[in-house]
């Protein structure tokens, strides 16, 4: 396992951009950020291959969000159009070993979670 540390969040307004962060201590393979918000299962948002060459997004924010990594420790997630929907603790995820993927168990590292809060 890595640590794994969030920034970026904060309170937005509905259609507003922003841009999360997530770095590793460590060496990881491919990683990935899921959200949760009250009430509500944690769900997937998108994940991205070690190499950055490969991405994968959930329904609700394809065309809106883009996964991105700069080197082997660093991802970011860019999420534009904004919506009360998207609301809810994002936490950034990894895998030692493995291939990407949208569900939760096949991460074996997790931050801490950073909140983003949408308003109408």
């Known amino acids: 396992q890595v640590q794994l540390v969030e920034s970026g969040g904060g309170l937005v307004q509905a259609g507003d951009s922003l841009r999360l962060s997530c770095t590793t201590s460590?060496?990881?393979?491919?990683m990935g950020w899921f959200r949760q918000s009250p009430g509500s299962e944690r769900e997937f948002v998108a994940a991205?291959?070690?190499?950055?060459?490969?991405t994968l997004y959930a329904d609700s924010v394809k065309g809106r969000a883009r996964i991105a990594r700069d080197n082997t420790k660093t991802i970011y997630l860019l999420m534009n159009s904004l919506k009360p929907g998207d609301t809810g603790v994002y936490y950034c995820a990894a895998q030692t070993d493995g291939v990407m993927t949208s569900r939760d168990v096949g991460y074996d590292s997790w931050g801490q979670g950073t909140q983003v809060t949408v308003s109408s």
């Open positions: 460590g060496r990881t393979s491919a």
């Open positions: 991205i291959s070690w190499s950055g060459g490969g």
